[in-house]
Every structure is written in C-alpha cells, then in structure tokens.
C-alpha cells in the first residue's frame, strides 16, 4: 500500500524536507503532499480573481483559493502530520489538525516540549506527539511496514 502523507504546518524550518528525505533513504511507500509553503503567492492567491484594497478582503479571497488544495489534499491523505513551530502562531495548522480530526483522519504533531501546554486539546487528538522529524520517520516506518 502507498501512503498519502498530508504535511501541515510552519514554513519557516526545513522539516518538511527532513521527513521526505528520511522516508526516501528508508525506501517508505509514502507520497508526500503540503499547502503551498511559498508565502507571497500564498498570500496573492485570491488576486488572481480581483484585486482587492482591503486587506480583510484579500486575505478572505486567497484563503478560499487555497483552501481548494487544502481541502482536496487533506481528504485524499491517509495521515496527518502537523507542525508547530516556537517563532509564530500558526493558526492555519491548528485548524488543519481539527479538519482532520473531524474527517477521522489520524494525524500525528510535532513540536518542541515548549508547546504541550498550548496544544493540549490538539495532541490530545493526535495518534501520536513528536519531538523532531527524525521521529516521524520512525513512526512513518513503523506505520506503513
């Protein structure tokens, strides 16, 4: 079986490239699938249907152009892997973890110790807590073997 793995959160680290580079030097059966992780376009997604001059409304038009990916690709996923990094607020991830919460989909965080306070409703519906990526690999391994 392959997996669809759905990776959800911050975009400032190299984690992303972490777990795909430890699950290839693994042979995993794992097909990797993210939002967009490039700010700027992420931000003028909506701007390709009108420009906007209020900021409220650009904002609301692009998340709805990109919560089409979003939506698509956390669907299709088979697990749920969901960043939470120490520098900013990520919003978009914790909404992330609770649609697929609410799909039944397993999903597994990760974040640094610092953060078991904060997310505790969100871990508290994760299959599992990471510290590094390192160790979701090894969970991806163990999982899909």
């Keep these: 079986m392959s997996w669809k793995v759905y990776l959800s959160g911050e975009i400032h680290t190299d984690w992303r490239e972490q ?18 992780t490039d700010h700027e376009s992420s931000d ?22 990109n919560a089409i990916r979003t939506k698509t ?4 996923c088979d697990i749920g892997i969901v960043r939470f990094g120490d520098k900013y607020r990520q919003w978009n991830a914790a ?5 697929l919460a609410a799909l039944d989909k397993p999903f597994i965080t990760l974040h640094d110790e610092s953060l ?12 599992a807590w990471a510290e590094c990526p ?4 090894e969970l991806l391994s163990y999982i899909t073997k």
Excluded at 19 to 36: C, R, T
Excluded at 134 to 137: A, D, F
Aim: proline share 2%; hydrophobic share 45%; net charge negative.
């Design 134 to 137: 390192s160790q979701v690999v």
């Design 95 to 99: 909404f992330d973890a609770g649609v």
């Design 19 to 36: 777990i795909i580079n430890g699950s290839k030097e693994l042979g995993l059966d794992v097909e990797f699938f993210s939002a967009n």
């Design 73 to 76: 690709l956390i669907k299709q």
């Design 44 to 65: 003028a997604a909506g701007d390709l249907l009108r420009e906007n001059t209020q900021q409220f409304w650009r904002d609301h038009q692009s998340s709805k152009v």
């Design 116 to 127: 078991i306070h904060p997310l505790k409703e969100v871990d508290a519906a994760a299959m």
